[in-house]
Structures are given as C-alpha cells and as structure tokens.
C-alpha cells in the first residue's frame, strides 16, 4: 500500500485517500452480529446447516488443501499487486520471488489450518506437491501476462482486502454486513472503480458457473455496499471475478483449438444492473428477516433440512446422525 512518505502519494486521487482514510468502524460482537456472503451462501443451500454453526455454534472443521490453495495464491497476488502499484511493475517482477513468497504462504496457511484440525494432517506429501506447482504456474503465468490484466496508466490500486461493514437493513441496525474486497481499482479518466473477486478453480467456470445467481452475489453485493460506504454511484462501479486455473491444456497439444485454452486467468463480469442488484438484496434481506431479531439475536425457531446429492455431500455434519439425521447423500 502506498504511505504518506512515499512522492507517489501526492499524486493519488483524492477520492482514494479519502476511501483509505476512513475506514468503517469494526463491529462491536457484544451487542452486534456479523453475516457474510457465505453464511448466506450457507442459509440458502440448509438453513438447519446453518443453525448448527452460527446459532448453536457447533464447529467443525471445513478446510481443505483447496482453501490453503486458494488462501496462498490470493496473498500472494495481492503482496504483487501493493509493490507494482506502489513503486512499478519492473519493481515488483525485480524485488519479489514470487515462488518464495508463495511458497512460505502456502506452508503458514497449512500449519494454521493444521493446529484448527488439532494437529491433524488434512492432505498427503503428493497432493500438497501438486497443488504447490499449480500455484507456481499460475503466478509466473500471471507476471508474465499481467499487463493484459492490471495497468498503471491512469489506474490507481484503492487496496487489496478494502474491508465493508455496512447494515443492509436499516430495521436491523446490529446485523452487520461485513466483507472484504480482494482488489479495488481506481481509473482517474472515467472516475470508475472496479471491484476483483479473485477466485481459485480448477480448470475454470463452465456456463454453468457463471449462471449460477448464488455466485453472483458476492460481487453484486460487494457493488451495492462499497457504493453505499463511500457515496459512490453505482454506475461508477464495475465488478468482476478473476478466476485462475489449477489446470490447463498444454500449448503444445496438438489437439488443442485455441490458445485462450491455455489462459490460467479467466475473466467474468455478471451482470449488475438493477434488477440483478434487487435480487442480491432480497436475498440477503431474506436471510436475515429469517434468522434475526431486530435486535441482533438469533431467532428460536426451526432450520428445516434441505438434503440433496450437493449440499450433504459437501456438509462437515453429514456423518454426525445425532445433528442431522438425514445421513449421507450419494
């Protein structure tokens, strides 16, 4: 992030300063509630699900190599993104190892996941291997790449992890919105910003993906929110989730039909006009008008079960019949 003691920092907008001057307040958890995106996400897919771990605060252990994964890639691009926009490009390809720097990431990530799993390992020497040398790929692929993706001209970095605390319902003042933008950029000509939701994949989104409205609103509501926060228009606001592959084709297949198969980086913008922003809100209105009083605390009343093949299969009690009883779905 650039400083106050850094000549670059008499030359940011205004309206940046102000942004990174003036933070939200934090939440105040003795007498206010935090939602999220995915505590949502959750609700929607089982809302008893849901109650077991945010009303009856039932933990379980839910990390993965593939949240230690995407937890490293997304340091380290972001560390990338602070040096380039605070110094230059050629700094950042010169000062920082980017394998390194993944790669210490990586292993923190892991042996903090590690001690929450009570000091049991969740993955094997091979398979954390593989997913290292992902990593890696993707990030060279992506200094090597970066100007098709990231410039300096004209275009400011707001910040990486830009936090969101905001009540999306003013008859719930202590249910708090909270969230935390990967990157946010500012282009001075236009006056537009841009919200990146980088998310880590395999081999990609299918149309399938993309479609999927439940995805979509995480950035339609980071839209609404940081447009609220700040007094921006949202017609100033442009969003779009930055999808990086584990797995591409080789370039050299001969089979292969385009180069853009190859891409480790790929980009899509959902649509947020207004009606897509009215069903964001709605459906996060939605949950919250079924899981809280008007005071913050949580409703007693019953989290029906919605089994299927998608959400018992990824649920960390499907095993525990006393909590749930619906068993495991194949």
Known sequence: MINGKNNLAKKIPKIIKEIRNNPPSPINFAFQKNISYSQMSIFRGCPHRWKLQYKDKIKRFTSSIHTVFGTAVHESMQHYLDVAYEKSFAAADREIDIKDHFQNAYISEYQA???????????????????????????????????????????????????????????????????????????????????????????????????????????????????????????????????????????????????????????????????KLGRAKSAINGFINECFTSNGGIKEKTYPKTPSKWTCNFCPYKEEKELCGEGIIY
């Open 113 to 275: 996941q590690y001690k929450k799993n009570n000091n049991e390992h969740f993955s094997d020497a091979s398979e954390m291997r593989e997913f290292f040398e992902d990593g890696v790929a993707i990030l060279e692929w992506f200094k090597k790449k970066r100007s098709r993706y990231f410039s300096k001209k004209g275009t400011y970095l707001v910040g990486c992890e830009l936090p969101i605390i905001i009540a999306p319902n003013k008859m719930y003042n202590n249910v708090l919105y909270m969230g935390y933008l990967d990157v946010v950029t500012y282009h001075e000509e236009t006056e537009t910003f841009k919200i990146i939701d980088i998310k880590t994949s395999t081999k990609g989104w299918n149309d399938y993906a993309k479609k999927d409205e439940d995805k979509q609103y995480q950035l339609l509501l980071y839209k609404q929110y940081f447009s609220e926060q700040y007094g921006i228009p949202l017609d100033k606001i442009e969003i779009e989730f930055m999808i990086l592959k584990r797995k591409v084709l080789d370039i050299d297949d001969e089979n292969i039909m385009s180069p853009y198969q190859a891409y480790r980086v790929q980009q899509f913008t959902p649509p947020s006009g207004k009606i």
